[in-house]
């Protein structure tokens, strides 16, 4: 998908904004430690960052960065990171847990950058309130500013049943996925999804965490395409 897509404003993300906003110090209390307790989070950014960098575009996007813990790991894995954050109460947090770094307050449905612009787009657990039905429209929208060649990781809850479930969040209410749903979504947006992993729940909620890693080919059209030389060091196909 090459060209831009328009939206509108959805009721579900002021519930959504409101919510964070309001638990941002706990929030960001939880998350503090960059992933250091959640092995297979952290070892799938470390991947991602590795194979934007070899992309030669180092530009990504946090999005729905919260406190900007990741935006700050995605910095110091060599990447030119910058957080986007529905609540400006997670920005101005953000900004000051980071000074050095790049925080702006923005919609997943009206990112700020330009077409074709980001070598990678990093949405860990960032689209989880999203209803099934607006979902598409939001991954549309992260093609539209991905470099052709550049990455999306998203992770997100998943399910073993046939379609998503809504559930009760801490925050507010969320979704999980069938992963290979999921990485329909993805592919239906012009994406080529390319390695996955999905893990026993790291917390007491029950669902299983899944993370997909895609890319836009190079042509802007999905197709078949060689891996990488960082995919072929771990067996990636």
């Avoid at 092995?39 to 575009?57: D, K, Q, Y």
């Avoid at 994406?191 to 993370?211: C, I, K, M, W, Y």
Wanted: glycine share 8%; hydrophobic share 45%; with cysteine.
């Amino acid at each position: 998908m090459c060209a831009g897509v328009s939206f509108s404003p959805v009721g579900y993300q002021d519930e959504t904004r409101a919510a964070y906003d309001g638990v941002v110090e706990l929030y960001a209390s939880l998350f503090a430690n960059r992933l250091e307790t959640q092995p297979f989070s952290r070892n799938m950014i470390s991947t991602f960052a590795e194979l934007v960098r070899e992309t030669g575009n180092l530009r990504a996007a946090d999005v729905g960065c919260g406190p900007g813990h990741l935006t700050a790991m995605l910095h110091d894995l060599g990447l030119d990171a910058f957080g986007l954050d529905l609540s400006p109460v997670m920005v101005d947090h953000a900004r000051r847990a980071h000074p050095a770094l790049r925080f702006d307050e923005a919609r997943m449905e009206a990112l700020p950058a330009e077409d074709g612009s980001l070598g990678g787009m990093l949405a860990h657990y960032s689209m989880i309130h999203t209803p099934p039905g607006e979902l598409p429209a939001l991954i549309a929208e992260q093609v539209r500013v991905l470099a052709p060649g550049g990455l999306l990781l998203v992770s997100f809850f998943a399910t073993d049943g046939s379609a998503p479930v809504r559930f009760d969040h801490k925050v507010t209410p969320a979704y999980s996925w069938p992963v290979d749903r999921f990485a329909e979504l993805l592919a239906g947006a012009g994406l080529v999804p390319f390695a996955r992993l999905v893990h026993d729940p790291a917390s007491e909620r029950g669902f299983l965490d899944a993370h997909l890693l895609a890319r836009r080919p190079r042509d802007c059209h999905a197709g078949s395409r060689r891996p990488s030389a960082a995919e072929n060091r771990r067996g990636v196909t």
